[in-house]
């Protein structure tokens, strides 16, 4: 079947878009946005990938789904368009920013973060308007699964950040014995003050980065 998804990316995933529950998915998320608003736009469902090839990852950070709100859903997860109120787990995330590294970032827009190789990727890549997790158990989480997979089996040295119950269950996915992986509460006002606040992701992945020769983020924007 034929998916317009960045090249690298296609070439690994190849095998799921030929399996009978990606027909299934499909069809599915066709029929909910022709139904009424989903997000992200359908231009920018694949975004994550297109903007982070397969070899030119160096950082994962994991997500849910997409915000269900309007304007504020554009296929990176916790990444919100510039002009738009950041979410306020995007704001624990800069307060942390601030504490851990000294970046005072103002821009929502994390795309340059997913240009320097920080693969933001949600598991469910579509939401209906108003109803979180309207798009799960639909098969999107299959196919991001494999990415998680072949991230891990085929690469060495990546940085895997989950944040929250959701994302860390996504650790049988990941070899600790070839990528570091940084585990803290989700960055949602509910959770951060119970350890997410001071858990040091940013300078923990430079320093990981930096002992493996590895370029640094710039988690501030030039």
């Known amino acids: 079947m034929d998916v317009r998804i960045e090249a690298s990316w296609k070439a690994w995933l190849e095998e799921e878009f030929e399996q009978p529950y990606w027909q299934?998915?499909?069809?599915?998320?066709?029929?909910?946005?022709?139904?009424?608003?989903?997000?992200?736009?359908?231009?920018?469902?694949?975004?994550?990938?297109?903007?982070?090839?397969f070899e030119q990852v160096k950082v994962v950070i994991l997500g849910q789904d997409p915000y269900h709100t309007p304007g504020a859903a554009m296929g990176l997860c916790f990444s919100v368009p510039d002009?738009?109120?950041?979410?306020?787990?995007?704001?624990?995330?800069?307060?942390?920013?601030?504490?851990?590294?000294?970046?005072?970032?103002?821009?929502?827009d994390l795309s340059d973060w997913a240009e320097q190789g920080v693969f933001l990727l949600n598991s469910v890549l579509t939401v209906r308007a108003g109803a979180a997790g309207s798009h799960?158990?639909?098969?999107?989480?299959?196919?991001?699964?494999?990415?998680?997979?072949?991230?891990?089996?085929?690469?060495?040295?990546?940085?895997?950040?989950?944040?929250g119950g959701y994302a860390q269950a996504k650790r049988p996915l990941?070899?600790?014995g070839k990528h570091l992986v940084l585990?803290?509460?989700?960055?949602s006002?509910?959770?951060?003050?119970?350890?997410?606040?001071?858990?040091?992701?940013?300078?923990?992945?430079?320093?990981?980065?930096?002992?493996?020769?590895?370029?640094?983020i710039r988690w501030d924007y030039t």
């Open 174 to 176: 990941i070899d600790p």
């Open 24 to 53: 299934r998915l499909t069809a599915f998320v066709k029929a909910e946005y022709a139904a009424g608003p989903c997000f992200p736009p359908g231009k920018a469902i694949f975004r994550a990938f297109d903007l982070t090839p």
């Open 136 to 163: 799960a158990a639909k098969g999107w989480e299959k196919l991001t699964d494999s990415a998680i997979g072949h991230l891990s089996a085929e690469r060495s040295n990546l940085v895997f950040i989950l944040w």
């Open 83 to 108: 002009g738009h109120p950041a979410q306020p787990s995007l704001q624990n995330i800069f307060k942390e920013l601030s504490t851990d590294v000294g970046v005072e970032r103002t821009r929502t």
């Open 189 to 216: 006002p509910l959770s951060a003050s119970k350890g997410f606040f001071g858990s040091k992701p940013f300078s923990q992945t430079n320093a990981y980065l930096r002992a493996h020769q590895h370029a640094e």
């Open 183 to 187: 585990a803290a509460p989700h960055p």
